[in-house]
């Protein structure tokens, strides 16, 4: 009995510091003291899933929310220019060693910036959209306002040898799946690509022992359920979260 004592009490850190590093403390910049943090129903408000963070794993992270288009410049190190073959590995990627762990203890405020149309009319918005679509310079800037969303982190990790491509541009791929009222999973969305014509040069490869995370908008609802992200052939652990029933494919 002795014996057996002492070997529990060998492995439960070593089960604690595993699960530690699958999922950072990240603490956010200035967004993360702003005390008006939103929701949203819509699943698609967030369209685009960019990298906030990837590198070797640490205990704690300081990061700025980052809201890159199609290039992140700390990406820069793991990015490959797209070629045919890097095309092909893409198309039929199979992972092995990946891992998606969903941390929804924390809380991570993802960042939205739209027009503030108290400061401006809808003529000389309108104005000022056509200018810039002519190559001119508006004649006032348009004014914005940013608004914070009510957010998680979600990880992927490389426990494998290989470094694997696991999204483009600036953007992670995930599709999100929801348990429905008939304990069916359903898709409530697939894999999100830029629009045509929204030229992308580099896949995002994840190196081994490395880690990407990228923020997820906490659903509001009316429907308590299970969801789970899925990569590829990876799925994520099941998490506890609302949602829209409207949301859920029939």
């Known amino acids: 009995m002795k014996i057996i004592f002492n070997i529990l009490l060998y ?9 530690s590093n699958t999922s950072p403390e990240y603490i956010v910049g ?27 794993v640490k205990a704690s992270i300081n990061i700025n929310y980052n809201n890159h288009d199609k290039y992140n410049p700390e990406l820069q190190s793991n990015y490959e220019r797209i070629t045919d073959s890097l095309n092909a590995e893409y198309n039929n990627r199979h992972y092995n060693n990946l891992n998606i762990f969903v941390d929804t203890v924390q809380t991570t405020p993802l960042e939205f910036v739209i027009t503030d149309m108290q400061k401006i009319t809808i003529e000389e918005l309108d104005l000022a959209m056509e200018m810039m679509n002519e190559g001119k310079k508006p004649l006032r800037d348009i004014p914005v306002k940013t608004e914070y969303y009510d957010g998680f982190p979600v990880t992927i990790s490389n426990q494998g040898s290989e470094n694997p491509i696991i999204g483009f541009g600036n953007h992670l791929p995930l599709e999100l799946e929801v348990l429905d009222q008939q304990k069916r999973w359903k898709t409530v969305y697939g ?19 490395e880690i990407a995370t990228v923020f997820e908008p906490r659903l509001k609802g009316d429907f308590k359920t299970k969801f789970r992200y899925r990569l590829a052939n990876i799925v994520s652990n099941e998490f506890i979260g609302n949602i829209d029933p409207r949301y859920i494919p029939d």
């Open 30 to 56: 200035p967004i993360g003291k702003k005390e008006n943090i939103l929701k949203t129903s819509d699943p698609g408000f967030f369209y685009v899933k960019p990298i906030q963070y990837i590198g070797t």
């Open 191 to 209: 894999v999100r690509r830029y629009g045509c014509g929204y030229g992308v040069d580099n896949y995002i490869i994840l190196k081994q022992n």
């Open 11 to 19: 492995f439960i850190p070593l089960g604690c510091f595993a699960q």
